[in-house]
């Protein structure tokens, strides 16, 4: 049993360029999350998907594109990374129910230059 | 969703309890009290949660005020590893995909 599993660990992209972090879950959880974190704050909600096909923005979602063909992958897509995008990224997947909590991976830690 | 206020950082002696603080004045009746930490810049990590009565696993306590208003979570003996920002977030069950993070607590457990 894995968990969140978030690849690549690190990433450096030049201006411009496009990529997709990966996440995938292997707990069958229904939910599931990306957050991103700059230094000294907090994380903030970029999207989220309660089910496989169905997405939805966060606090920050521009520059950003997620989808969710399956229940265990949730990739995020940068479409043309800029500067300010630099940050680590973490993913997120959690169930409903009333004893829950939601689980972490361990970040992409992504730089633009 | 609720909005949290907790000290941006506390030290604690190590083998002491660690009360970390929360005020969680605008919480409504079906919001929990979630509290996660962070070690380093690791993903974080699940403590603890509770609706309005005292909570307690292996890990902390969670002392809950009658009026909901504010919380404390308990380390009971800290260690050098309980070194973390802590989040104290509210929110429902139903919505665990959308946490608001604050910037925490920074706790520092001295040796």
């Known amino acids: 049993n894995a968990g969140v599993t978030q690849t690549p660990k690190f990433q450096v992209l030049k201006t411009g360029q496009s990529m997709t972090l990966q996440c995938a879950q292997d707990?069958?959880?229904?939910?599931m999350s990306w957050y991103r974190q700059d230094p000294g704050m907090g994380l903030r909600l970029i999207h989220y998907s309660v089910g496989a096909g169905i997405t939805d923005q966060g606090e920050v979602p521009n520059g950003y594109n997620v989808s969710r063909s399956t229940t265990e992958d949730f990739p995020l897509r940068l479409l043309s990374a800029a500067p300010s995008q630099t940050s680590v990224y973490f993913c997120?997947?959690?169930?409903?129910?009333?004893?829950?909590?939601?689980?972490f991976g361990q970040g992409t830690r992504l730089t633009v230059v | 969703d609720a909005k949290t206020t907790q000290p941006p950082s506390m030290d604690c002696a190590e083998g002491r309890a660690a009360n970390l603080p929360c005020n969680h004045s605008?919480?409504?009746?079906?919001?929990?009290v979630y509290w996660y930490r962070q070690i380093h810049s690791q993903g974080p990590q699940y403590i603890i949660h509770?609706?309005?009565n005292n909570e307690t696993n292996e890990m902390a306590s969670l002392i809950i005020t009658e009026d909901r208003k504010s919380s404390t979570l308990i380390l009971p003996h800290a260690t050098l590893r309980d070194t973390a920002v802590y989040y104290c977030?509210?929110?429902?069950?139903?919505?665990?995909?959308?946490?608001?993070f604050g910037t925490g607590t920074r706790l520092k457990v001295l040796a």
């Open positions: 997120a997947s959690s169930s409903r129910g009333q004893k829950t909590e939601a689980f």
């Open positions: 977030i509210v929110g429902t069950t139903s919505g665990t995909y959308k946490y608001i």
């Open positions: 707990m069958n959880h229904e939910y």
């Open positions: 605008t919480i409504s009746g079906n919001e929990y």
């Open positions: 509770g609706l309005k």
